[in-house]
């Protein structure tokens, strides 16, 4: 299994990005997906989760700004962020919660300016 994130880049304080995470390969039951985030010389938190059924869960740091949604047709899931601040400048990792294993994309870096 496979987990391809995109989307990350440099955007001002207030603007917006779209990352998105594909999943390929054999994938069994998929339980949920989710972001965390890891900004420098600290540890890998998570930002928000949704499960195969839509529900979802947020850090309470991000409520209201971002939003997780997935489609489970492409085994893809997306996060849009909104009003971004430079404290969510980090390393941005898509995850993959299956029945039997936790798969790890490689990160998209975004970095918001003030």
């Known amino acids: 299994v496979q987990l391809q994130a995109s989307g990350g880049g440099l955007v001002q304080a207030g603007g917006s990005l779209r990352l998105s995470c594909a999943a390929s390969?054999?994938?069994?039951?998929?339980?949920?997906m989710a972001w965390y985030r890891q900004a420098p010389g600290k540890q890998r938190d998570l930002v928000a989760y949704i499960t195969r059924g839509g529900s979802t869960n947020y850090a309470n740091s991000v409520k209201g700004r971002f939003t997780i949604s997935r489609d489970n047709i492409k085994n893809m899931v997306y996060l849009q962020m909104n009003s971004l601040k430079p404290e969510d400048t980090a390393v941005y990792y898509c995850n993959l919660e299956s029945s039997t294993q936790i798969y790890w994309g490689q990160g998209t870096q975004v970095t918001v300016s003030s």
């Open positions: 390969g054999s994938i069994s039951s998929i339980i949920g």
